[in-house]
């Protein structure tokens, strides 16, 4: 480093980046945290708020290439290529399916299990830290699923599980209702986790980091980063859309944890990176949050269902459709239906739709850590549907890397 407190540039205030600020900033350093939107208002303000680090299996296991038919043809696959797209999405499509090998999965559980590991705790101690402990919720999560078979067809993923010390117990219907009594009779066969945790709020859960980090004399400056230019002495310059002076002019650090738009600044840089938009959706229910107490996991459909602050958030499914297509409605839509089907007392409950830009690499596991052939350049990218769980073991890295005391990439 340059000095004993360097100047580093966090590009994007999403759960992630804004995490790593503060961390940064914990450690000495004087940050500056860039976003183009309010911190929080982009992919992490609509997601589901689960804290899951049961979650080591990738989202590509064995079997994968069988499935992409349905990917294509069902607009109800909770895994879902609309045709129009796939011309775009091929190369991305190639490495997400040779990422389905065993050993590949294999590789990419024990890095996603390493990452998670400690995840709850931390969690529950930053939102003590930062003044908003009620968001933390440790109920634990129940998955469901229509019968037995279904259960089967997840095998893999629970054995994973068991295989990095994550406990659970599988339920009957009379097990389910005594945990979620409005649960419908779809549902006859549930795993619970009784350890892992919900936050029932994650826009106000990173305000709550952002005003902390800025109460402690971090900068947030609210602007588009367009290019990042190395500078003289090692240094990094960025050129934002309004062309505004970020802090000194230049930095000795850079952070990209710009999510899915990390590759619009990376690739002028020739740093490659396999990154693809995991568009999620999610419906809101204005009221209805006593539906369910604790985060529920619609097994077979992919849908997470969680009792929010100010409602019930049913979100999920993966759509591979790029950053410029606009929304399809149609999937929200679905989210709704099902959601309706499963739960009652939602009939009279209006809704409110949303979707957002998960950034997903090909094999699930993000890229954290320095650039290869880019000194003072940091990569915080490719977290999927896993960014909230892994934003504070992923700064932490990012700062032991940084600041010299334990260089750990992904």
Known sequence: ????????????????????????????????????????????????????????????????????????LDEESPLHLP???????????????????????????????????????????????????????RRGHLHLYPDAKSLAKDAAGWRMRTHYGYRFQQLDRDGILSLEPHVGERYQVGVFMADHATIINPFR?????????????????????????????????????NGADTASGSFDQVVVAAGAWSRRLLDPLQVP????????????????RDTVSRTVVLADRKIFVTPMEDGLRVGGT????????????????????????????????????????????????????PAAGRPGLWLAVGHGHLGLTDSINTAQRIADGMLGVRPVAL
Request: hydrophobic share 45%; aromatic share 6%; proline share 7%.
């Open 1 to 72: 480093m340059s000095s004993r407190n360097p100047q580093v540039a966090v590009v994007g205030a999403g759960v992630v980046g804004s995490c790593i600020a503060l961390h940064l900033q914990k450690r000495g350093a004087a940050v500056t945290l860039i976003d183009r939107d309010e911190p929080g208002r982009g992919c992490s303000y609509g997601n589901s708020g689960a804290i899951s680090p049961g979650s080591v299996a990738p989202l590509a296991m064995p079997g994968i290439l069988a499935t992409v038919p349905h990917m294509l």
């Open 83 to 137: 045709l129009a797209y796939l011309p775009k999405a091929i190369p991305w499509l190639l490495r997400f399916v040779a990422s389905a090998q065993p050993s590949r999965v294999a590789l990419s559980a024990a890095k996603l299990a390493s990452l998670h590991a400690g995840a709850i705790d931390r969690h529950e101690a930053l939102a003590r830290e930062i003044g908003v402990p009620e968001l933390f919720v």
């Open 273 to 288: 990176l396999a990154l693809e938009s995991q568009r999620g959706y999610h419906v809101q229910f204005q009221g209805g």
């Open 205 to 241: 859960y990173v305000q709550a980091m952002v005003r902390a980090f800025a109460a402690k004399g971090g900068r947030l400056l609210r602007d588009d980063v367009q290019a990042m230019v190395p500078a003289a002495g090692g240094r990094w310059q960025l050129r934002t859309t």
């Open 318 to 369: 993966v759509e591979i459709g790029g950053l410029e297509r606009p929304p399809d409605a149609r999937r929200a839509a679905i989210l709704e239906r099902i959601a309706r089907e499963t739960f009652g007392g939602l009939e009279a409950l209006q809704t409110t739709q949303w979707m957002g830009h998960r950034p997903c690499m090909p094999d699930s596991v993000p890229v954290i850590g």
